[in-house]
């Protein structure tokens, strides 16, 4: 019986993957791409070394995402075999990285006399492929190459661990009631949707769990301060050594030896810290530059969070009759001060973004802005009854394709993320069109009424899909540097961040809003209260991502690992410096700090602030010249969107704005004051 992750379709048959089929295949992808390369080292050059291995490793590429995708929608029977592939690929991965007659044959091209005439792809992979090396340890030699590669297995290994404890810890816990009054305040969304996951577990009346939505709910409504505390204590410990599962799933020991293999990894290579190898592979030109970046952006923040903070401790006192704000309170005295304020909330939006409403309307705007048209095909199989497959066309020709998975449920991990099914590239067989996987966590349909949106879940799933449009509208045709790779980390994020801009104009509302019920527009008098509140608390929640990312960028810039001590310390300390909201002795956040631990922003969650300055700077021009303005839409897709990683992402910046990025942009979106003194 033929192993369908061995076939060589475009989308994965996703109704007759079985984990079973994960080991075998990837094993025999491996040695299939061994063999390439040592057949194409017999006469090394592009069409004989680099085209056949690019073709085999994608053909491995392809039978590795499914597996590693349903691992994180599906988790439970993927586990093993994703982590038993994870270890295969890590392996393979690694040795090719130290594989010095590879390196010889991109060193030979890049000295050749005819490089320079090469089209700008192929000598972006060739220059970026050099670096790669340099960073894989292709000059270390002995006992340092083998501790080299040794780290990076187990690496690869305590990530996985790592997000796995997380989900985990997040699913192990659950509070179950009877009584709809201890639920006082909560949404009816919210209600519907404990009630199903009450039955699910085959229980009456109501289940809140730590899942992203329920929590948000009850944190931002819930009158009941107990429950409020009750989940936030274990929602902040999860995966600890503290809280209600101390112990269970305990990230510490994990944490402690990520860093201490990073630092290790990033000494053999000859560099003062793992931030330093960080950066190496990034837009920013040194640490230094990011941790100045970040500083001078908390300075300018810091004030304005500080006077919001205030005022919400002021209107507790005042008007909720709370001397004293713990951390459970802040998000639901603030939902009481932004609608004493502005008289919205989210929870009176919902009803207007229907989430088939906003995905038919997100659909229309890209298609204004890029002249691009979106159609599902339900004959794709899929892996879950809520997924989605859709067609991406210009001029009624395919270009892409994408899955879409929108819901939350038990086994699928939180967040949202997109990531690749395959790449475009020129192959073997013609041109592979690129298709990805979107997928968010927000409510799901009950009963009758349809999954409605926060209009913070409506920018998420609009930042998304700009991930998405990044990797399918790419016209460079070489795997290494078509769509979102070989761009650099931090500039990952600008086409995410500067396509939400769309959900806060009234053109663009007008097209991603209707009510459930009736279709009727979003009121004006709502609209206008809701782009008041933008920037309400926008300061605190700066802030918010600056301890994030200072927190990151500091704890890896450390020459060596760190205890679970010293981490703590150092996060007591950033927050010292830049946080205004209190927190609890036994907040665990790093333990569940996924996207540096088990993602890929170690040394780099500053990319989200770095990014936004380019996306809001980016932003800028149409709002100058309209934000459907055609000529301008089609220039950045243009500049940045087909461009991926082919070129310098700062010379891309320059050509679609005219000039370097300014910070200003970024500011007044947020409404800091642009004139502030900085430290």
Same mark, same amino acid.
């Given at each position: 019986?033929?192993?369908? +992750?061995?076939?060589?379709?475009?989308?994965?048959?996703?109704?007759?993957?079985?984990?079973?089929?994960?080991?075998?295949?990837?094993?025999?992808?491996?040695?299939?791409?061994?063999?390439?390369?040592?057949?194409?080292?017999?006469?090394?050059?592009?069409? &004989?070394? $680099?085209?056949?291995?690019?073709?085999?490793?994608?053909? $491995?590429?392809?039978?590795?995402?499914?597996?590693?995708?349903?691992?994180? @929608?599906?988790?439970?029977?993927?586990?093993?075999?994703?982590?038993?592939? $994870?270890?295969?690929? &890590?392996?393979?991965?690694?040795?090719?990285?130290?594989?010095?007659?590879?390196?010889?044959?991109?060193?030979?091209?890049?000295?050749?006399?005819?490089?320079?005439?090469?089209?700008? /792809?192929?000598?972006?992979?060739?220059?970026?492929?050099?670096?790669?090396?340099?960073?894989? #340890?292709?000059?270390?030699?002995?006992?340092?190459?083998?501790?080299?590669?040794?780290?990076?297995?187990?690496?690869?290994?305590?990530?996985?661990?790592?997000?796995?404890?997380?989900?985990?810890?997040?699913?192990?816990?659950?509070?179950?009631?009877?009584?709809?009054? =201890?639920?006082?305040?909560?949404?009816?969304?919210?209600?519907?949707?404990?009630?199903?996951?009450?039955?699910?577990?085959?229980?009456?009346?109501? &289940?809140?769990?730590?899942?992203?939505?329920?929590?948000?709910?009850?944190?931002?409504?819930?009158?009941?301060?107990?429950?409020?505390?009750?989940?936030?204590?274990?929602? @902040?410990?999860?995966?600890?050594?503290? #809280?209600?599962?101390?112990?269970?799933?305990?990230?510490?020991?994990?944490?402690?030896?990520? $860093?201490?293999?990073?630092?290790?990894?990033?000494?053999?290579?000859?560099?003062?810290?793992?931030?330093?190898?960080?950066?190496?592979?990034?837009?920013?030109?040194?640490?230094?530059?990011?941790?100045?970046?970040?500083?001078?952006?908390?300075?300018?923040?810091?004030?304005? /969070?500080?006077?919001?903070?205030?005022?919400?401790?002021?209107?507790?006192?005042?008007?909720?009759?709370?001397?004293?704000?713990?951390?459970?309170?802040?998000?639901?005295?603030?939902?009481?001060?932004?609608?004493?304020?502005? /008289?919205?909330?989210?929870?009176?939006?919902?009803?207007?973004?229907?989430?088939?409403?906003?995905? =038919?309307?997100?659909?229309?705007?890209?298609?204004?802005?890029?002249?691009?048209?979106?159609?599902?095909?339900?004959?794709?199989?899929?892996?879950?009854?809520?997924?989605?497959?859709?067609?991406?066309?210009?001029?009624?020709?395919?270009?892409?394709?994408?899955?879409?998975?929108?819901?939350?449920?038990?086994?699928?991990?939180?967040?949202?993320?997109?990531?690749?099914?395959?790449?475009?590239?020129?192959?073997? %067989? #013609?041109?592979?069109?690129?298709?990805?996987?979107?997928?968010?966590?927000?409510?799901?349909?009950t009963g009758d009424t349809p999954s409605l949106l926060t209009h913070n879940e409506v920018t998420t799933l609009f930042h998304e899909f700009g991930?998405?449009?990044?990797?399918?509208?790419?016209?460079?045709?070489?795997?290494?540097?078509?769509?979102?790779?070989?761009?650099?980390?931090?500039?990952?994020?600008?086409?995410?961040?500067?396509?939400?801009?769309?959900?806060?104009?009234?053109?663009?509302?007008?097209?991603?809003?209707?009510?459930?019920?009736?279709?009727? /527009?979003?009121?004006?008098?709502?609209?206008?209260?809701?782009?008041?509140?933008?920037?309400?608390?926008?300061?605190?929640?700066?802030?918010?991502? *600056?301890?994030?990312?200072?927190?990151?960028? *500091?704890?890896?810039?450390?020459?060596?690992?760190?205890?679970?001590?010293?981490?703590?310390?150092? +996060?007591?300390?950033?927050?010292?410096?830049?946080?205004?909201?209190?927190?609890?002795?036994?907040?665990?956040?790093?333990?569940?700090?996924?996207?540096?631990?088990? %993602?890929?922003?170690?040394?780099?969650?500053?990319?989200?602030?770095?990014?936004?300055?380019?996306?809001?700077?980016?932003?800028? +021009?149409? =709002?100058?010249?309209?934000?459907?303005?055609?000529?301008?839409?089609? !220039?950045?897709? !243009?500049?940045?969107?087909?461009?991926?990683?082919?070129?310098?992402?700062?010379?891309?910046?320059?050509?679609?704005?005219?000039? =370097?990025?300014?910070?200003?942009? *970024?500011?007044? !979106?947020?409404?800091?004051?642009?004139?502030?003194?900085?430290?």
């Amino acid at each position: 019986m033929s192993n369908p +992750l061995s076939e060589n379709a475009l989308l994965p048959p996703f109704d007759r993957l079985h984990p079973e089929h994960a080991e075998p295949a990837i094993g025999e992808l491996i040695d299939a791409c061994r063999e390439v390369l040592r057949e194409g080292l017999r006469q090394p050059g592009w069409d &004989t070394t $680099l085209a056949p291995l690019e073709e085999a490793e994608d053909r $491995l590429s392809r039978a590795f995402s499914p597996v590693s995708h349903l691992n994180s @929608v599906l988790s439970g029977d993927w586990r093993a075999p994703y982590e038993a592939a $994870l270890a295969e690929v &890590t392996a393979y991965s690694t040795e090719q990285g130290q594989n010095r007659e590879l390196f010889e044959v991109y060193r030979d091209i890049a000295g050749s006399d005819e490089f320079a005439q090469w089209p700008q /792809a192929r000598r972006q992979m060739i220059e970026l492929g050099l670096r790669d090396f340099r960073l894989g #340890g292709v000059a270390l030699d002995g006992e340092e190459r083998e501790r080299f590669a040794a780290n990076k297995r187990r690496l690869a290994e305590l990530s996985s661990r790592f997000a796995n404890n997380v989900l985990d810890a997040t699913n192990a816990w659950t509070h179950h009631t009877r009584d709809v009054e =201890e639920l006082a305040g909560l949404p009816a969304t919210a209600l519907a949707a404990a009630e199903e996951a009450a039955r699910n577990r085959d229980q009456e009346g109501w &289940t809140i769990t730590l899942d992203g939505p329920c929590y948000l709910a009850v944190m931002t409504h819930a009158d009941n301060r107990d429950l409020r505390e009750m989940v936030y204590r274990a929602f @902040v410990s999860r995966a600890s050594d503290v #809280g209600p599962q101390a112990g269970a799933f305990d990230n510490s020991a994990v944490m402690e030896e990520i $860093l201490t293999l990073r630092a290790e990894q990033a000494q053999l290579l000859g560099f003062g810290s793992y931030a330093e190898l960080s950066v190496a592979r990034k837009m920013a030109t040194d640490a230094a530059t990011v941790t100045r970046f970040l500083e001078d952006l908390a300075a300018r923040a810091r004030p304005a /969070a500080e006077r919001e903070f205030a005022e919400l401790q002021a209107f507790a006192r005042e008007t909720l009759d709370l001397d004293h704000l713990h951390p459970w309170d802040i998000p639901w005295a603030a939902e009481k001060l932004k609608q004493a304020r502005y /008289a919205v909330s989210q929870e009176a939006l919902r009803p207007y973004f229907p989430f088939p409403r906003v995905l =038919e309307g997100l659909f229309a705007v890209v298609e204004k802005l890029f002249a691009v048209t979106v159609e599902e095909d339900t004959s794709v199989p899929v892996w879950h009854e809520d997924v989605q497959f859709f067609w991406l066309s210009r001029d009624g020709e395919r270009i892409a394709g994408f899955y879409l998975d929108p819901f939350a449920r038990e086994r699928k991990r939180g967040g949202a993320w997109m990531d690749t099914v395959t790449t475009r590239r020129q192959g073997a %067989g #013609g041109l592979q069109l690129p298709v990805a996987y979107l997928v968010c966590n927000f409510s799901a349909a009950t009963g009758d009424t349809p999954s409605l949106l926060t209009h913070n879940e409506v920018t998420t799933l609009f930042h998304e899909f700009g991930h998405g449009l990044h990797h399918m509208l790419t016209r460079v045709d070489v795997a290494a540097v078509s769509g979102i790779n070989g761009v650099a980390w931090d500039a990952v994020e600008l086409p995410s961040q500067f396509l939400e801009n769309w959900c806060w104009e009234p053109e663009a509302i007008a097209m991603i809003s209707g009510h459930y019920k009736t279709g009727a /527009a979003l009121p004006q008098a709502l609209q206008e209260k809701m782009l008041a509140a933008r920037n309400f608390q926008s300061a605190m929640f700066t802030v918010r991502q *600056l301890e994030f990312a200072l927190f990151d960028f *500091l704890l890896h810039s450390r020459p060596g690992g760190a205890t679970a001590q010293e981490i703590q310390q150092l +996060l007591d300390e950033v927050r010292a410096r830049v946080a205004v909201v209190p927190v609890i002795a036994d907040n665990r956040f790093q333990h569940s700090f996924s996207h540096i631990f088990a %993602g890929g922003y170690a040394a780099g969650y500053y990319s989200y602030k770095w990014a936004e300055v380019l996306s809001a700077d980016a932003f800028s +021009l149409f =709002e100058e010249q309209g934000i459907f303005d055609r000529d301008t839409g089609q !220039h950045f897709l !243009h500049c940045i969107l087909e461009q991926g990683g082919s070129r310098d992402a700062l010379d891309l910046f320059t050509e679609f704005r005219g000039r =370097e990025p300014k910070i200003d942009a *970024l500011l007044r !979106h947020s409404g800091i004051d642009s004139t502030a003194e900085t430290a």
